[in-house]
T-cell receptor, first 113, second 113 residues
């Protein structure tokens, strides 16, 4: 089945700097890769996603890149702000269990002002 | 638009007690699922449903039951609570298309004493 690894587990950046979180996946059949942001006491909220037919997608300060050959994808946040502090999860879909998402273990991002 | 609503938000149980976690969505999504979130382990799939009347097991189904009598509701039942079931439980919904995003509720924080 699909396995998703996420790095780093914690990341501290200065306000205004960029942050990059990387994930690798194992199942070449996976074709959908969402990123979720989870704030304290809340459920995961989708912030951006990418499908396997594109290599990069941007939404204002957030971008995701996908390398299907190497089976890895990354989240890039530019001009970080204190409100970007949260836990970020990458995920990949899987043929198992219907429309299952397999999640990475998460990255705690701290933006210092 | 409420999205995915989970109740209760917090619950404390004694070992051996049973209870039902409620989940409702108003987006007419066919696919619904239950995850548990434990520190350092991301989210793990407990049970899922691809439509009313259809349920199936995920990765960690033992000790839990589900039913899906309507499109909107997908309750999760703990049959006989154990301390190992202390966790945060999230319900999610999506269309049946594997490449469509899943929408999460805000979770139920459950402690078993």
């Amino acid at each position: 089945g699909e396995n998703v690894e996420q790095h780093p587990s914690t990341l501290s950046v200065q306000e205004g700097d960029s942050a990059v979180i990387k994930c690798t996946y194992s199942d070449s059949a996976s074709n959908y890769f969402p990123w979720y942001k989870q704030e304290l006491g809340k459920g995961p909220q989708l912030i951006i996603d990418i499908r396997s037919n594109v290599g990069e997608k941007k939404d204002q300060r957030i971008a995701v890149t996908l390398n299907k050959t190497a089976k890895h994808f990354s989240l890039h946040i530019t001009e970080t702000q204190p409100e970007d502090s949260a836990v970020y999860f990458c995920a990949a879909n899987s043929m198992e269990y219907g429309n299952k998402l397999v999640f990475g273990a998460g990255t705690i991002l701290r933006v210092k002002s | 638009n409420a999205g995915v609503t989970q109740t209760p938000k917090f619950q404390v149980l004694k070992t051996g007690q049973s209870m039902t976690l409620q989940c409702a969505q108003d987006m007419n999504h066919e696919y619904m699922s239950w995850y548990r979130q434990d520190p350092g382990m991301g989210l793990r799939l407990i049970h899922y449903s691809v439509g009313a009347g259809i349920t199936d097991q995920g990765e960690v189904p033992n000790g839990y039951n589900v039913s899906r009598s309507t499109t909107e509701d997908f309750p999760l039942r703990l049959l006989s609570a154990a301390p190992s079931q202390t966790s945060v439980y999230f319900c999610a919904s999506s269309s049946r298309d594997r490449s469509q995003p899943q929408h999460f509720g805000d979770g139920t924080r459950l402690s078993i004493l």
